[in-house]
């Protein structure tokens, strides 16, 4: 037991390197990922649960596609593909450093370039299934979650602290938001017209609030560097004195 106990605490400090969260289920979603590391084949790598996560994303797309023009039915493997994507969007990154094999800057291109992509074809998928102009609101959830990935990597630069939730909301939250909305979808028809575009609006309104503490932190930045050049130049006064 208490190896157990130690094995747990040593994985949660080891995923939780170069990375803030502070999403709503952060606490289960933290203890679920140490959990699964300890448990994850030694030939799997880390490239390769970025794969898996990727798959899953795919199965997304395509259940779109299959309940456009097969059954409404097939909406429903969506659900396994954020499962799939979940498992291995949050733990490839999170292996790599369990194991102490980080790649810092590689990991960090190819998880927001896959995501992206993930994301582009999951809102195509809609834009396969929504009717007339409700098809756009795929394309706005595209748009928006491209805006917050922006957001992420700019307070990445100009806070050196990595979090890739947006306050409280983060990529689990979406993922289960949307596979509620789709869920809904399967037994009440057209629903998913209204829910997308409600949840479009509510992520609308989170990009604001996060842009404006992003500014907040970009100005102090920027005080902070005038304070420190300041100094610097007061310094070199003194030593030409």
Do not use: H
Request: net charge positive; with cysteine.
């Amino acid at each position: 037991m208490n190896n157990n106990k130690l094995n747990m605490a040593r994985s949660l400090r080891l995923i939780a390197t170069d990375r803030q969260r502070t999403n709503i289920l952060r606490t289960w979603e933290q203890n679920t990922i140490a959990y699964l590391v300890q448990r994850v084949p030694s030939w799997i790598s880390s490239d390769g649960l970025t794969a898996i996560g990727f798959f899953g994303n795919l199965m997304v797309a395509a259940s779109f596609g299959m309940g456009a023009f097969m059954d409404s039915y097939w909406l429903l493997l969506s659900l396994p593909g954020f499962i799939i994507n979940w498992l291995g969007d949050s733990l490839d990154g999170r292996l790599a450093y369990y194991r102490n094999k980080p790649r810092k800057w590689y990991g960090f291109s190819l998880d927001v370039t896959v995501d992206w992509i993930g994301t582009i074809l999951i809102g195509l998928g809609f834009t396969m299934y929504a009717p007339g102009p409700w098809k756009y609101a795929g394309f706005m959830f595209v748009v928006l979650y491209g805006w917050e990935m922006i957001t992420a990597q700019l307070r990445y630069k100009i806070g050196c602290q990595y979090s890739i939730d947006s306050g409280i909301f983060g990529p689990t939250e979406v993922r289960l938001l949307l596979g509620t909305i789709i869920t809904f979808e399967v037994f009440v028809n057209g629903s998913i017209q209204y829910l997308a575009t409600a949840a479009c609006f509510f992520i609308l309104i989170s990009n604001f609030s996060e842009t404006r503490n992003l500014l907040i932190l970009a100005n102090t930045r920027d005080a902070e560097d005038r304070r420190q050049k300041e100094e610097e130049r007061k310094a070199m006064q003194k030593e030409n004195a």
